[in-house]
C-alpha cells in the first residue's frame, strides 16, 4: 500500500525540484536551500494560516491609507453612537429622540461627504460632498439654525460601542475625531484578523489536506468586500468575530466537550 502524500510534503517536493533544476537551478546552493525550505514551510496549514492573515493586516495597512474619513458606509452615526455614550452614560434607544452629539457637528462638517450621505443627513449640518468640498475658497461651518439629526444606528446593540468607549476617551473624543476614527479603524481591522485566523483554522480541521483546502483559504482570505467592512467604525467587524467563535464552537468543540461547546455557544450567541 502506498504512503499518503500530504499537501504539505508534496509542497516541500515541489520545493525542492524548483530549487534544484529550473528557475532556481542558476542559484547557489544554500540559495536553493532556503527557498525550498520556505515552500515546504508555507505547505503546513497552519503557516497558511498565519501568511493568510498577514497578508489580510497589510492590505487593511493601505486601505487605511487611502480611506477619507467617514467614507465608510454609517461611520459618522457609529461614531455619534459612542460619542452619545460618553456624554450621557447610557445606550442611546431608537425613536425615543436620541439624536447625535452637538459636540460632533463641527468635526463632521469638516470633512466632506458621499453625495448620498449628505442629502440623506448631514447636509442639514453644513456637509458638503467632495466636489464642493475641493471647490470651495472657504471650509464649512455648522449653520446657526442646524438642527437635530435622527441617530438611527441606536438600533445597535451596546457591546461594541462599550468596547470602544475607552479608545473614543483615550484618543480625544469629540475634540480630536480623526485620531478616534483611525483607532478604532485599526481596532476592527484586528478583529478582522482574528476573525479570518480562527476561520481559516476550522477550514483546516473539517476538511482533508490538498489543494481545495488551500483555494477555499485564499477565497475567504482575499474577499475584498469582508476587508472593506473591517476597515470602518462599525460593530460589523466584533459582529464577524462572534459570528466566527460561535460556528467554531459548533463545529470543532462540540464535538469533543458537548456541554461546554453548548454553554460557549449560548454566550457567545447571547453577546
Given at each position: 500500500m502506498r504512503p499518503r502524500i500530504?499537501?504539505?510534503?508534496?509542497?516541500?517536493?515541489?520545493?525542492?525540484?524548483?530549487?534544484?533544476?529550473?528557475?532556481?537551478?542558476?542559484?547557489?546552493?544554500?540559495?536553493?536551500d532556503v527557498i525550498g525550505q520556505v515552500l515546504g514551510w508555507f505547505g503546513h496549514w497552519r503557516w497558511f494560516c498565519a501568511l493568510m492573515t498577514v497578508?489580510?493586516?497589510m492590505r487593511a495597512v493601505f486601505v487605511l491609507s487611502v480611506l477619507p474619513p467617514f467614507e465608510g458606509w454609517d461611520e459618522h452615526q457609529h461614531l455619534a453612537y459612542i460619542a452619545y455614550l460618553d456624554e450621557n452614560g447610557r445606550s442611546p434607544?431608537?425613536?425615543d429622540r436620541n439624536d447625535v452629539p452637538r459636540s460632533l457637528y463641527a468635526e463632521l462638517v469638516r470633512y466632506p461627504h458621499c453625495k448620498m450621505c449628505v442629502v440623506d443627513q448631514l447636509g442639514k449640518i453644513g456637509a458638503v460632498t467632495y466636489d464642493e468640498?475641493?471647490?470651495?475658497?472657504?471650509?464649512?461651518?455648522?449653520?446657526?439654525?442646524?438642527?437635530p439629526l435622527r441617530l438611527y444606528q441606536a438600533q445597535q446593540t451596546p457591546l461594541y460601542y462599550r468596547l470602544a468607549l475607552p479608545m473614543f476617551t483615550l484618543f480625544g473624543g469629540a475634540e480630536?475625531?480623526?485620531?478616534v476614527v483611525t483607532a478604532l479603524r485599526v481596532l476592527n481591522v484586528l478583529f478582522g484578523?482574528?476573525?479570518?485566523?480562527?476561520a481559516l483554522a476550522v477550514v483546516g480541521h473539517i476538511t482533508r489536506d490538498g489543494p481545495?483546502?488551500?483555494?477555499?483559504?485564499?477565497?475567504?482570505?482575499?474577499?475584498?468586500?469582508?476587508?472593506?467592512?473591517c476597515t470602518r467604525v462599525a460593530n460589523d467587524a466584533l459582529a464577524v468575530l462572534l459570528g466566527t467563535v460561535l460556528i467554531a464552537v459548533m463545529l470543532v468543540l462540540i464535538r469533543r466537550r458537548y456541554w461546554l461547546g453548548v454553554v460557549l455557544g449560548g454566550v457567545v450567541l447571547g453577546l
Open positions: 500530504t499537501a504539505s510534503r508534496r509542497c516541500m517536493q515541489v520545493g525542492s525540484g524548483l530549487t534544484s533544476r529550473g528557475a532556481c537551478g542558476d542559484l547557489p546552493p544554500s540559495m536553493r497578508i489580510f493586516l434607544v431608537l425613536n468640498f475641493w471647490l470651495r475658497e472657504t471650509p464649512p461651518v455648522v449653520p446657526a439654525e442646524a438642527g480630536n475625531v480623526l485620531a484578523a482574528a476573525a479570518l485566523f480562527l481545495w483546502r488551500y483555494a477555499l483559504g485564499l477565497l475567504v482570505g482575499l474577499q475584498p468586500l469582508s476587508l472593506l467592512n
